[in-house]
């Protein structure tokens, strides 16, 4: 009953947007052709009466999505933070799936912290207030600690949010094998890959001590951080359904008009985002992925605090060098050595034309150059960087999936505070920092030292590989055509297993 189930998921998905009258207000903000307009409608129209009513009291894209549950809700979070892209009354209305959730009774709340943490509230806790913030997946209330008397918030799961999560990935799946199926040509976008990746990301968020993991590592790689703070985890009271953390006081970074009135400068603010973002993810390769204004204060001191860790990001550290270049070469307009990046990477099949995609690069990057945030359409940029991308058969990368998204939304948010911000200007000094450290002479010299380290450690078993190297040149030429032949080959390879194992030998001697 899968396909049938999720036939049925997708088609109330169109309905419940032509009955909250969402469909409109969607394809106007996005701008969308006239064919898919048309087909949007015929689609959609004459099973309205089928769609979820949704809250007649929320404006009607907020209202469909969230009628349709939480991973829709996801999806809108985003667009919330792209102005840009979306329009502003639009971006405006989305801001309330954030943190403004229709919330779940606290006395569930409290029945779920006495079942994991099998302690009474009141031995827990002196004060425990209504939830203060709720979002697709959970609450957050504030309260105090019997025994200190220290504040702290309490997030709490949704009942059944599994389920009703697994289902709607379930229809996305669905989705995606129908793309593929019906438009051949979307593979290389790998939609099925992606709703994956996505999938594994989301489901981090439903096992709060993963996310207490993630605040406690996060603390860690950050604490030196001029003007940043991350909450401290409790671990003693958190479970799977529980966490608790110390408590974040600061104004929202929604709130643009009280941060202005408590004096805070929103220029600088926008800018120490977007590079603490990119330090996070190139210094660290572990970044916050949903770093949306919802989950980000001012403090009274004008520090920066982060939460809800729920979705984090990890790259390793050859993809971070890779990155690095990319956006080098954007700053520095060199087209030919970020083509020639994309090409080594493998992001680009070996077939194409490198000078062509050079140029290409240089019609996406020259328009930002010079230009104020305010006067570049990243809707139009995106459309023309899905023209390149497809015109060069590049594939998506799914281990950068989070990274991209990551990035579209931290910079709708610096957007938010400061509408001229130069992204590309902002970026380059954490950049540059990066590739002073990571990509010279002196990194060059510190993989260098990695290198035969473990290469030493791996003496003792180089015996044993040459053995099997042996051994397997040796049935090889079994089936090789003929007698001779078969000879050299594994001749061959016992001669190269033979000075592979001298020159690791001469290596971890010098080491």
Do not use: C
């Amino acid at each position: 009953m899968r396909g049938p189930h999720n036939i049925w998921r997708l088609i109330r998905t169109g309905a419940t947007f032509e009955r909250s009258g969402a469909m409109g207000v969607a394809l106007d903000a996005m701008q969308a052709p006239r064919n898919v307009r048309i087909a949007a409608r015929i689609l959609g129209w004459p099973f309205r009466w089928l769609g979820y009513r949704g809250d007649p009291d929320l404006p009607p894209v907020t209202r469909a999505i969230t009628a349709l549950g939480p991973a829709y809700i996801k999806f809108g979070q985003i667009l919330s933070t792209r102005p840009d892209v979306v329009g502003v009354e639009l971006a405006d209305q989305l801001t309330y799936l954030q943190d403004k959730l229709p919330p779940f009774p606290t006395e569930t709340a409290k029945s779920m912290i006495e079942a994991d943490l099998g302690r009474r509230i009141e031995d827990v806790f002196s004060e425990f207030s209504e939830p203060v913030a709720a979002a697709s997946i959970a609450q957050v209330h504030r309260a105090r600690l019997a025994d200190t008397g220290q504040e702290i918030a309490v997030k709490v799961l949704r009942p059944g949010i599994s389920g009703a999560f697994s289902r709607d990935i379930d229809a996305f799946h669905f989705g995606a094998d129908m793309i593929e199926l019906l438009s051949p040509a979307t593979r290389r976008l790998r939609p099925k890959d992606v709703v994956s990746h996505f999938e594994g990301v989301v489901s981090g968020e439903l096992d709060l001590r993963l996310e207490a993991a993630s605040a406690s590592l996060f603390a860690e790689n950050t604490k030196d951080d001029a003007g940043f703070q991350v909450p401290a985890p409790h671990w003693n009271l958190s479970s799977r359904r529980i966490l608790t953390s110390d408590w974040a006081e600061g104004i929202s970074l929604g709130d643009i008009a009280a941060i202005r009135a408590a004096g805070h400068d929103t220029e600088a603010l926008a800018e120490r985002i977007l590079q603490l973002f990119l330090s996070h993810a190139l210094r660290d390769g572990f970044f916050h992925g949903d770093m949306h204004q919802g989950n980000l204060k001012v403090a009274a001191n004008g520090d920066l605090i982060a939460y809800d860790f729920g979705i984090m990001g990890e790259i390793d550290e050859y993809t971070r060098r890779i990155y690095a270049d990319i956006l080098m070469g954007f700053i520095r307009r060199d087209y030919d050595m970020l083509a020639k990046v994309h090409f080594e990477a493998g992001y680009v099949p070996r077939d194409r034309d490198p000078a062509a995609f050079a140029r290409a690069l240089r019609a996406v990057g020259e328009p930002i150059f010079g230009a104020d945030a305010s006067q570049i359409s990243m809707a139009n940029l995106l459309g023309y960087l899905f023209e390149v991308t497809e015109r060069f058969g590049m594939q998506t990368r799914t281990e950068l999936i989070l990274l991209q998204r990551t990035m579209v939304v931290v910079e709708g948010v610096a957007r938010s505070l400061n509408p001229n911000l130069n992204i590309w200007k902002a970026a380059r000094p954490v950049v540059e920092d990066y590739i002073k450290d990571n990509l010279g002479p002196r990194a060059l010299a510190e993989d260098s030292k990695q290198i035969i380290r473990i290469l030493h450690r791996a003496m003792p078993l180089m015996p044993q590989l040459i053995e099997d190297a042996i051994w397997r040149a040796r049935q090889q030429s079994q089936h090789s055509e003929t007698r001779r032949k078969s000879g050299i080959e594994w001749r061959s390879a016992a001669i190269g297993a033979s000075a592979m194992a001298v020159l690791l030998l001469l290596i971890a001697a010098l080491g």
